[in-house]
T-cell receptor, first 114, second 109 residues
Framework: DTAVSQTPKYLVTQMGNDKSIKCEQN?????MYWYKQDSKKFLKIMFS???????INETVPNRFSPKSPDKAHLNLHINSLELGDSAVYFC?????????????FGPGTRLLVL | GENVEQHPSTLSVQEGDSAVIKCTYS??????FPWYKQELGKRPQLIID?????GEKKDQRIAVTLNKTAKHFSLHITETQPEDSAVYFC????????FGQGTRLTINP
């Protein structure tokens, strides 16, 4: 059974389009995250939700809007896609928020904006 | 905020030899230091972590050391094998995970 899953796995789209990525975890964790990994492999946190509440909101363009309908799901909607949005987006989850909690990553969504 | 520097960016070792990857961090409030391994096209996976109340932790061929005074920590892999080839990331956290830039480790047979 997949612990943290994401859909879609690949996403190829044109500049200016709007797209969504979905994430689900079946670990019973309270906290979920979105990370962006750029072409140089640099991994950076974007958002974190704890029990459906936004707790980390990094300096990210407001074209990116996360949404957590329940604590097992965290979606990422991106408006007006730009070339620089091309990256791998990873969802992750941890049992609780806060320091020292192991984070489990999803398989990633490879987004290519043309 | 926290800043994590990781070195080297690439490392090539002969199979059977040891590999060492080093990280430094800036925020003295950081208390948790995980290491993740990412194989090509795959997700990052936790391989070992250490908390600030210990100086060293070992798990089979992998060990991590922490020097809180100097604010640096290191990953040691002994008896390297081809399947150890991957990108390794260190991270530190007072509140959120801040990752190092990654080290691409290649094990030459």
């Amino acid at each position: 059974d997949t612990a943290v899953s994401q859909t879609p796995k690949y996403l190829v789209t044109q500049m200016g389009n709007d797209k969504s990525i979905k994430c689900e975890q079946n670990l019973g964790h309270d906290t979920m995250y979105w990370y962006k990994q750029d072409s140089k492999k640099f991994l950076k946190i974007m958002f974190s939700y704890n029990n459906k509440e936004l707790i980390i909101n990094e300096t990210v363009p407001n074209r990116f809007s996360p949404k957590s309908p329940d604590k097992a799901h965290l979606n990422l909607h991106i408006n007006s896609l730009e070339l620089g949005d091309s990256a791998v987006y990873f969802c992750a989850s941890s049992r609780l928020a806060g320091e020292g909690e192991t984070q489990y990553f999803g398989p990633g969504t490879r987004l290519l904006v043309l | 905020g926290e800043n994590v520097e990781q070195h080297p960016s690439t490392l090539s070792v002969q199979e059977g030899d040891s590999a060492v990857i080093k990280c430094t961090y800036s925020d003295s409030a950081s208390n948790y230091f995980p290491w993740y391994k990412q194989e090509l096209g795959k997700r990052p996976q936790l391989i070992i972590d250490i908390r600030s109340n210990v100086g060293e932790k070992k798990d089979q061929r992998i060990a991590v050391t922490l020097n809180k005074t100097a604010k640096h920590f290191s990953l040691h892999i002994t008896e390297t094998q081809p399947e150890d080839s991957a990108v390794y990331f260190c991270a530190a956290t007072p509140q959120k995970l801040v990752f190092g830039q990654g080290t691409r480790l290649t094990i030459n047979p």
